[in-house]
């Protein structure tokens, strides 16, 4: 999950990189399918599950009928596909305190947090042709009772200064900023830039910033597959990290 530091990280960074183009990060043949179940599956069951996740995934970004929908049907159909995968907070699932994944990459290991649900539904709809500047991942806080912490979500503006809707791995309904009154923006990014942000609604062009953390440069950069075994999310470390989290109580 992300911390305040990397919200420092992205407001003050300023390296610049070549992003692939999104759908290219998206895109799985049956090549890779096939190395991806062999590398990450620990299981015949694993395997299959990992084989009927990609190829799911395969066939919804490439389908001629998926591509022709009008957004918001696009919209529905990678927001539930996406909410198949389950939720892990990072200890967990990487034994990390933080670690983004890359689309292929929580799929094939069948589970992330938010930024990882927030990612592949960022990459699936970029696949499906819905164009940048009506998406943007953003870091907020949700809060809900006395619980706080740092959020990810993804959203869809219709227009430049519209409402957008939010698509999020906690409530799965596609609601507009306006009707999220437990989250609080802090700033969104996509492959053009970083914006600063103190409403969901409108995005203020006059504060963009080119920079990206490291973190977001790998997931765009970097064709590692992360593979963490059950033995070593019993490790000692894994469960001090799990400790501490707040989204693994």
Known sequence: MPHVF????FLLGTIFITALPAADLARVDETEIQRLMNTVGQSDTEKRVIQRRLNGWKGMIESPKNRALEDMLKLKLVNDFVAETPFYCDPVMWCLEDYWAKP???LSNDGGDCEDFA???YYALRALGVPDDKL???YANYR???FSGAHMVLAYYPTLDGDPLILDNINPNLLAGSQRADLTPVFSFNTEGLWSAKALKGRDQSSTHKSWSDTWKKVQSDATIKVVTPQQRKSG??????????WCG
């Open 136 to 138: 943007r991942i953003v």
């Open 237 to 246: 470390e894994c469960q001090a990290l799990r400790g501490r989290s707040t």
């Open 6 to 9: 990397r919200t420092l990280i």
């Open 104 to 106: 292929l990459e929580f």
């Open 119 to 121: 990612i592949a539904k």
């Open 144 to 146: 809900k009772g006395a």
